[in-house]
Each structure stands twice: as C-alpha cells, then as structure tokens.
C-alpha cells in the first residue's frame, strides 16, 4: 500500500505531519507514505526519528499553496506545488491514494483540473465529514467541495455516502437524510424538492427517510445526512466550535469539583471527560474523504496534528484495500439510470 502525504499542508507542517506518517509505517508494516514536498525541510523532521527510511520515501515539490492563496490561481502559477504533485502520483498510479491537511479549495481544484480522476458519470466529488450521534458515527456529506450543487450531485453524494458508511464505517444497510429547513415534504427549496424526488424513485429509496432537520443529526436515525457544500461546511464549523465551547465550559466547572471529591474520584472523573472529549474529536477520523475519485483522498483539518494525520492514513489505505471505490463505480451506475436524461 503507498499512499503520497502532502507534507507541506497545515498549519504546522511539516513537523505533525512527518510525525505522523512516522507513526502510520510503525502501525502497518505494508505501508510505504510517499512525503511530498521541500525536500531539505522533510529530511530535518525525519532526521529525529528512527524509522526505515525505505518505506517513508520523499517526492521534491518546491512550492506551497498557502492558506490565503486563492485555488485555482495559485495552482496555474504554483506549478510544482505539493498538491499538485500528490495528485500526479495518483494520475500516474504510483500510489493508492492522498491524504493532505492543507487548502481545501486546492484540493478539489486540482482534482477537477484532471477529468481521468472522476469516477463513471460523477459531475462534481464531494467532500464526506464523520459526526458522532446517540447511534454511532454519521455521515455528512458535501462539506465544502461543492458551493453550487445540482439535485443530481446531492443524489450521488446519497449514494456514495452510503457506501462508505457501510464499508469504511461498517454501518448495516444505512438510512439516507436530505438536510431541510423542515421535515415535511413540501419544505425546502427547488434543490432539495428535485433531490428528494430523485431519491424516492432511485434504487436506495428504501434506505432514504426524507427530510431532516439540525436538530435531528445526532439522533443518528440517518446515518447518511445529504447537504449542498456551503449548508455542510457551516455544520461542519459550528459542530466543531460548539465542542469546543462545551468542553471548555464542562473542564472550567470540572476544576472547581475535583479537589471536592478526592484524588481518586477525580481520577476516574477525568478519565472518563478524555474519553468522552475523544468521541467528538476530528482526529479521530483523521480528516474526510473526497468521493468521487478514482482512488482514496482524505483531506485533513489545517490544525491537524500527528495523530490525525496517522489515523487519515488508516482510514485511507483501508478506503483502498477495501476497493471501495468499485463498489461507488457499480452502484452508481444503477442510480444514475433514474436522473433526468439518463
């Protein structure tokens, strides 16, 4: 299994994400992380590590696309940029799949810019994020890859949420929700009024449940909650700011209660906050995956750290050993049949 890390991507590079890929080949002993990027910089943050250089082998990249930098603009001038140059290994069939905690809106842009690295019949790849729910880990999907989605790309985003939920997630059979303002049939606008007829008359309509509202994400009744990008990456912020809000309030209070109760108490109250606190946390997951592709791509946070960018390198050399995206080839096809002008 290879997989190319672009090792300049984050707010921190390329110190947690050198870090991480160390601990990723110690993990799995098949596993080879391409480092992408400046080359004497990678060789510094190795150098403090004792691993089999062999299997942690560097791709040269002179250049970075910066958090500022505007997407497309900087891919047409950035030429030899890290990013760029992970998708090229892809293209080229050089590895399995790509994990990068840097520009999001790059990403996308370089993946649109090589029309090979669709998936049969899939306009638009869309970016999926793992919510926890009082059932288990969901699905949302699109994030942020695609501002302007059409009822089409919100049905195969469905679809190919679904996949993923049971082979990444192994969640039997899992229920399909279209974000709304209202569960009732009638509510919503003209996108999510043709998306929802898309879905009652495509071949995973008994899997899909109709409306859903904020409210009802972590319920988990719909383990695949379907959403047009800007709608998903205003979720995807205010979930994680609203985590934070809480864990930060429930540690300021916790302070106060466990001098009270006794070191041993205190022990176990503590024990079982991290743990919680770990449920909730994106580094769990390690990023989200771009669904659409040929091959595995897991896009990270920018604040990623080494156990993030670890567990993103799991979850994509599993995406790819998994072959999960013949099962988005063969099952889309059989959806796709329903859209107007099929």
Not at 238 to 264: D, H
Not at 275 to 290: A, N, V, W
Request: proline letters at 4%; aromatic letters at 4%.
């Amino acid at each position: 299994m290879r997989i190319a890390l672009d090792a300049m991507g984050g707010d921190h590079a390329p110190g947690p994400i050198v870090t991480g890929a160390v601990e990723a080949v110690r993990d799995r002993s098949d596993l080879t992380v391409v480092l992408v990027g400046d080359q004497g910089r990678i060789e510094a943050e190795l150098a403090a590590h004792e691993v089999d250089r062999d299997r942690l082998p560097i791709v040269h990249a002179s250049e970075i696309i910066g958090m500022g930098d505007k997407p497309v603009e900087a891919l047409r001038k950035k030429r030899d940029n890290s990013i760029s140059r992970c998708w090229g290994l892809m293209a080229s069939g050089e590895v399995n799949a790509v994990v990068s905690a840097g520009h999001t809106g790059a990403m996308v842009a370089s993946a649109l810019m090589n029309a090979k690295m669709f998936l049969p019949g899939v306009r638009r790849p869309g970016i999926a994020a793992i919510f926890p729910s009082h059932q288990g880990p969901i699905v949302i999907i699109d994030v942020g890859a695609n501002m302007n989605a059409k009822a089409e790309d919100l049905y195969q985003y469905g679809i190919m949420g679904s996949i993923y939920a049971e082979n990444v997630l192994g969640i039997s059979e899992p229920k399909i929700g279209l974000m709304n303002v209202g569960s009732e049939e009638d509510k919503g606008n003209e996108l999510t009024r043709t998306t929802r007829t898309l879905f009652q008359n495509g071949p995973h309509a008994g899997r899909f449940v109709g409306n859903i509202e904020g409210r009802d994400i972590y319920e988990g009744n719909a383990r695949v909650i379907v959403c047009e990008g800007f709608v998903g990456n205003v979720l995807l912020k205010s979930g994680e700011g609203a985590v934070e809000f809480l864990f930060s309030a429930l540690k300021q209070e916790l302070s106060k209660l466990l001098p009270a109760i006794g070191p041993e108490a205190s022990h176990k109250l503590a024990a079982s906050f991290k743990e919680l606190k770990t449920r909730f946390e994106y580094q769990e997951f390690g990023g989200g995956p771009l669904l659409g592709l040929r091959g595995a791509c897991i896009i990270c946070h920018g604040s990623s750290g080494a156990r993030a960018i670890r567990n993103a390198l799991r979850v994509a050399g599993t995406m790819a050993e998994d072959r999960v995206n013949e099962q988005f080839a063969s099952q889309l096809k059989a959806a796709l049949d329903v859209l107007p002008g099929a």
